[in-house]
C-alpha cells in the first residue's frame, strides 16, 4: 500500500518554475505507475502526467507538454514534476496518486479513474 505525501507547492510568477515532489512511505512504491492530476477552481480533476513503474514510458497532457516533466527515483520511493513556463490557467491543487491496482505495467494511467490512492495535494498559485 503506498502512502503519498506532496511537497514543493507555492505561489510563483507567470513563466517561473516550481518542482512538486512526492514521497512514498509503503515501501511498495517501484511497482506501481504514478501520476501528478490537478483540480483547477471550480474544475474536474484531471491528469496532467503519468509514468510507468520503471520510468520507461511517460504521458502529458496537451496543455503541459513541453513544459511539465515527471520523473521518479524509485531508490527513493519519490516522484518529481518539474513544471517550467507556468501560466495562471495552471493554478490548481496538485495530487500525486499511484495505480495500485496494477503490478509493473506498460503504461500509466491517462485517466483520473486509473489512480486509486491519492497524497493529500499541495497548492499551486501561479500569479499574471
Known amino acids: 500500500q503506498v502512502q503519498l505525501v506532496e511537497s514543493g507547492g507555492g505561489l510563483v510568477q507567470a513563466g517561473g518554475s516550481l518542482r512538486l515532489s512526492c514521497a512514498d512511505s509503503?515501501?511498495?512504491?517501484?511497482?506501481?505507475?504514478m501520476g501528478w492530476l490537478r483540480q483547477p477552481p471550480g474544475k474536474e480533476f484531471e491528469v496532467v502526467a503519468g509514468i510507468t513503474w520503471n520510468g520507461g514510458n511517460t504521458y502529458y497532457a496537451d496543455s503541459v507538454k513541453g513544459r511539465f516533466t515527471i520523473s521518479r527515483d524509485n531508490v527513493k520511493n519519490t516522484v518529481y514534476l518539474q513544471m517550467n513556463s507556468l501560466q495562471p490557467e495552471d493554478t490548481a491543487v496538485y495530487y500525486c496518486a499511484a495505480d495500485g491496482r496494477t503490478m509493473f505495467p506498460g503504461w500509466a494511467p491517462t485517466r483520473v479513474d486509473g489512480y486509486n490512492n491519492w497524497g493529500q495535494g499541495t497548492q499551486v498559485t501561479v500569479s499574471s
Open positions: 509503503g515501501g511498495t512504491f517501484s511497482n506501481f505507475a
